[in-house]
Nanobody, 113 residues
Framework: QVQLVESGGGLVQAGGSLRLSCAAS????????MAWYRQAPGKQREWVAA???????NYAPSVKGRFTTSRDNAKKTVFLQMNGLKPEDTAVYYC???????WGQGTQVTVSS
């Protein structure tokens, strides 16, 4: 079983950058495709990005070109580099281990205009 802990959220001005980390425990991290989701107040959780076990990535149209996800299997960590942040990116961001069906606790990202 995989357990996930996100970090790196915070308050940033529009146009700024943040880097989220998702640290995993458990022996199955390297075989898990990982995903990032976000949930803004009053809205449904939405998919943001995904990375396969071998590093193939996909992005939602709303973040493509601004966000980059990567992983370090040796450190059991997945990252979400967010550049060019916009107020509409404000949300709680979650990482998700797809094979294990495990969610992290979330980290708040707030972008001020």
């Amino acid at each position: 079983q995989v357990q996930l802990v996100e970090s790196g959220g915070g308050l940033v001005q529009a146009g700024g950058s943040l880097r989220l980390s998702c640290a995993a425990s458990g022996s199955t991290f390297s075989i898990n495709a990982m995903a990032w989701y976000r949930q803004a107040p009053g809205k449904q959780r939405e998919w943001v990005a995904a990375i396969s076990s071998v590093g193939i990535t996909n992005y939602a149209p709303s973040v493509k070109g601004r966000f980059t996800t990567s992983r370090d299997n040796a450190k059991k960590t997945v990252f979400l580099q967010m550049n060019g942040l916009k107020p509409e990116d404000t949300a709680v961001y979650y990482c998700y281990a797809i094979k294990s069906g495990t969610w992290g606790q979330g980290t708040q990202v707030t972008v001020s205009s």
